[in-house]
């Protein structure tokens, strides 16, 4: 079974080297993904009424839920879901029309809404709200619904951000050698 890849408008989603895509997942229209980029079984991605960038080495795990915000009169762009490098998206996660920086962790059932700016080397709990507009400064976790910075990142949590994004590179190479 292959990748369910769906145009919208004419625009297919782009899969960059190395990138997987599991078949059970869905991405429609304007979806890139970057270089050994991962996305898990029972992902629904919809880059229909704006775009979706997901960098290197970012991992969307299984059952998130991905979109953006359409043009309006009062956001006369929208707002398109950019993904940095080295992310790991927790199960079942929900971002909607946010940024989220490099060597970022986001945990399970964690809801981003729209225009909430996650910044680089961040941990966001599992079951955390982000809510619109929200900005959130490197190197700092932050838990709760709202969310509320909880303390600086130490230097192991740091160094393992990266390392968990290439877990998940090492394991969907492995998905794609068993093809």
Known sequence: MTAQLKSYNGITPTL??????????????DIILGEDASVWPLVAARGDV?????????????????????????????????????????HKAMLHACVIGHRVLIGMGTIVLDGAE???????????????????????LYVGSPVKKARALTPEEKAFLPESAANYVRLKDEYLQQR
């Open 16 to 29: 960059a080297k190395g990138a997987f895509v599991e078949a059970s997942a869905i991405l429609y229209g």
């Open 50 to 90: 704006n775009a979706i960038r997901i960098g290197a080495r970012t991992n969307i795990q299984d059952g998130a839920v991905l979109h953006v915000t359409r043009p309006s009169a009062a956001l006369p762009n929208g707002l398109p879901l950019l993904i940095g490098d080295d992310v790991t998206v927790g």
């Open 118 to 140: 996650i910044g680089d080397d961040v941990i966001v709990g599992a079951g955390s709200l982000v809510p619109p507009g929200k900005k959130l400064e490197s190197g700092y």
